[in-house]
């Protein structure tokens, strides 16, 4: 903990040429960016390997339930996903440290996260559940009856 106490602060160009630094060396991992200059680069929708991205499926699964098979549709798509939110990430730090806003990405789907007839993000309405509020007031009022009763005043 010392040490970590004593770590400097990276100085804004440091963070950035690091954060440049990372996302070069991730495409790469990722198979993003071609070794040989005259080749061109691999799009993101025709990635089928997420070997390097593999601990955040599975924290996708820890957190969802949802069991993701390699090599099937919805695996790929999670894997584009999540790569498509890894560069944004990055590239949203490398624009604060220019001092330029962002704006949080429309979807990282890609094309499957646009609507074909509207070309607009599908985005999914917010949930709007009471069952909280609904189970809290049911825990107030228990707890309230049964301070009335303890304390020999009358319930309503």
């Given at each position: 903990?010392?040490?970590?106490?004593?770590?400097?602060r990276?100085?804004?160009n440091?963070?950035r040429?690091?954060l440049?630094?990372?996302?070069?060396?991730?495409?790469?991992?990722?198979?993003?960016?071609?070794?040989?200059?005259?080749?061109?680069?691999?799009?993101i929708?025709?990635?089928?390997?997420?070997?390097a991205?593999?601990?955040?499926?599975?924290?996708?699964?820890?957190?969802?339930?949802v069991?993701l098979?390699?090599?099937?549709?919805?695996?790929?798509?999670?894997g584009?996903?999540?790569?498509?939110?890894?560069?944004?990430a990055?590239?949203?730090r490398?624009?604060?440290?220019?001092?330029?806003?962002?704006?949080?990405?429309?979807?990282?789907?890609?094309?499957?996260?646009?609507?074909?007839?509207?070309?607009?993000?599908?985005?999914?309405?917010?949930?709007?559940?009471?069952?909280?509020a609904?189970?809290a007031?049911?825990?107030?009022?228990?707890?309230?009856?049964?301070?009335?009763?303890s304390?020999?005043?009358?319930v309503?």
């Open positions: 903990m010392e040490v970590d106490a004593k770590r400097r990276l100085s804004i440091e963070e040429e690091s440049n630094e990372a996302l070069c060396s991730f495409l790469k991992d990722m198979g993003l960016v071609s070794p040989d200059p005259g080749e061109p680069d691999t799009p929708d025709d990635l089928m390997s997420f070997d991205i593999a601990h955040e499926l599975k924290a996708v699964e820890r957190r969802t339930g069991q098979e390699p090599g099937s549709k919805t695996y790929q798509l999670m584009q996903a999540a790569v498509r939110a890894l560069i944004a990055v590239e949203g490398l624009r604060a440290l220019e001092g330029k806003p962002s704006e949080p990405p429309a979807t990282v789907l890609g094309a499957h996260g646009i609507d074909p007839q509207t070309l607009r993000p599908i985005v999914t309405p917010p949930r709007r559940s009471c069952a909280f609904l189970m007031e049911c825990v107030f009022q228990k707890q309230r009856r049964d301070t009335l009763k304390s020999g005043r009358p309503k």
